[in-house]
T-cell receptor
Framework: GAVVSQHPSWVICKSGTSVKIECRSL??????MFWYRQFPKQSLMLMAT?????????EQGVEKDKFLINHASLTLSTLTVTSAHPEDSSFYIC?????????????FGQGTRLTVV | QKEVEQNSGPLSVPEGAIASLNCTYS??????FFWYRQYSGKSPELIMS????GDKEDGRFTAQLNKASQYVSLLIRDSQPSDSATYLC????????????FGSGTQLTVLP
């Protein structure tokens, strides 16, 4: 299967600082990547769809100015949590589907556990 | 009504038994269906994909799809304690939508 690499796997940051999370498709091109957030014992919540070369599409209730998404190439999308607060502490997961294959499975990164203190 | 519904469980089965996980979806235009397994603290990993009506078997796993009834299920034969995880059903609707819609997941515990 295809590989999606997410970095870092965990990060602890101080309240008010910003954190950048990277999502890379290692062996395929992904015109679209997806960012999810998952709180303990809850399901995946889609935050935004990242489109290569264009603006991301955010789900209702997700602040686009707080969660900055950049998808500058066909293999890299980044999520920056700006001015992080303790309530932003969560498990952030990216996924990607192969370009040109809209009907196939999504491949997930390893996830990033963010703790804001 | 949620687009993809799963029984949240928890579902407990003894080791060696068959675990049956069910999922229903609302969009009749859905074209592809996936089962993911997620261990606690880890990201989801794909177990099975199914695209047409009927059964699809892969080792101890069997996915069943019935588009007329809008349900998809996952059977795990000879369940092992290592199968204990949350199982997520995901559906790709027809049209231009590219993101998968996930159910809330069913927590499975296999008792030794």
């Amino acid at each position: 299967g295809a590989v999606v690499s997410q970095h870092p796997s965990w990060v602890i940051c101080k309240s008010g600082t910003s954190v950048k999370i990277e999502c890379r498709s290692l062996d395929f091109q992904a015109t679209t990547m997806f960012w999810y957030r998952q709180f303990p014992k809850q399901s995946l919540m889609l935050m935004a769809t990242s489109n290569e070369g264009s603006k991301a599409t955010y789900e209702q209730g997700v602040e686009k100015d707080k969660f900055l998404i950049n998808h500058a190439s066909l293999t890299l999308s980044t999520l920056t949590v700006t001015s992080a607060h303790p309530e932003d502490s969560s498990f952030y997961i990216c996924s990607a589907r192969k370009a040109g294959q809209s009907n196939t499975e999504a491949f997930f990164g390893q996830g990033t556990r963010l703790t804001v203190v | 009504q949620k687009e993809v519904e799963q029984n949240s469980g928890p579902l407990s089965v003894p080791e060696g038994a068959i675990a049956s996980l069910n999922c229903t979806y609302s969009d009749r235009g859905s074209q592809s269906f996936f089962w993911y397994r997620q261990y606690s603290g880890k990201s989801p990993e794909l177990i099975m994909s199914i695209y047409s009506n009927g059964d699809k078997e892969d080792g101890r796993f069997t996915a069943q799809l019935n588009k007329a009834s809008q349900y998809v299920s996952l059977l795990i034969r000879d369940s092992q304690p290592s199968d204990s995880a949350t199982y997520l059903c995901a559906v790709n609707s027809g049209g231009s939508a590219r993101q998968l819609t996930f159910g809330s997941g069913t927590q499975l515990t296999v008792l030794p």
